[in-house]
């Protein structure tokens, strides 16, 4: 299994509230990924990043940010959290850009 | 943006019996994935395949890369009920630079009657 680690793996929180996602690798890759899962949509990339400090937006970036501060790990933030955004969230990484990525468990997360 | 067609959307089938998915796309892709997810965890690689008309096999999966660069199919044979689980394509461009975004199909669903 891909050294990718999750935290939390579950969290409820209330409508408003800012909300961080830690994804932590420990394969030195240089690309990291935050993907979305909703029933009907399938896996939408929110953000990426391709070196420390080197982030980009994906399809469904709006109301999120990402911090990568060092290699293995890669923050989610939601700024003020909506209801919308209640979700399972899933970290990849991969060592180069054209190399399949590789998923953690996910976080599920409630916005109540 | 890219669309992936991935169908059936759910099977229903025996143990022992071959099982096939496939995905479209209106876009070519330079690499074609195949990943299955269980209840509760990421989706895990099982197939990549990098070159048109290419065929490769893991175990009792096989997947193709299309001629046309345009799909890819998986095949399942003499299905076990631990095959169960959502299954899903994911393309991959040409990007360039930074972008080398996957689109993912939105999963065929199988479930295998012991």
């Known amino acids: 299994d891909a050294g990718i680690t999750q935290s939390p793996r579950h969290k409820v929180t209330e409508t408003g509230t800012p909300v961080t996602l830690r994804c932590h690798q420990t394969e030195n890759h240089r690309y990291m990924y935050w993907y979305r899962q909703d029933p009907g949509h399938g896996l939408r990339l929110i953000h990426y990043s391709y070196g420390v400090k080197d982030t980009d937006k994906g399809e469904v970036s709006d109301g999120y940010s990402v911090s990568r501060s060092k290699t293995e790990d890669f923050l989610l933030t939601l700024e003020s959290a909506t209801s919308s955004q209640t979700s399972v969230y899933f970290c990849?990484?991969?060592?180069?850009?054209?190399?399949?990525?590789?998923f953690g468990d996910g976080t599920r997360l409630s916005i109540l | 943006g890219q669309q992936l067609n991935q169908s059936p959307q759910s099977m229903f089938i025996q143990e022992g019996e071959d099982v096939s998915m496939n995905c479209t796309s209106s876009?070519?892709?330079?690499?074609w994935l195949w990943y299955k997810q269980d209840p509760g965890e990421g989706p895990v690689l099982l197939i990549a395949?990098?070159?048109?008309?290419e065929l490769t096999s893991n175990g009792r999966l096989t997947a193709q890369f299309g001629i046309t660069r345009k799909d890819s199919f998986l095949n399942i044979s003499a299905s076990i009920p631990s095959d169960v689980g959502i299954y899903f394509c994911?393309?991959?461009?040409?990007?360039?630079?930074?972008?080398?975004?996957?689109?993912f199909g939105k999963g065929t669903l199988l479930t295998v009657n012991p």
């Open positions: 876009s070519i892709f330079n690499t």
């Open positions: 994911a393309g991959q461009g040409e990007g360039g630079g930074s972008n080398y975004k996957l689109t």
């Open positions: 395949l990098y070159k048109a008309g």
């Open positions: 990849a990484i991969s060592g180069r850009g054209n190399q399949p990525q590789h």
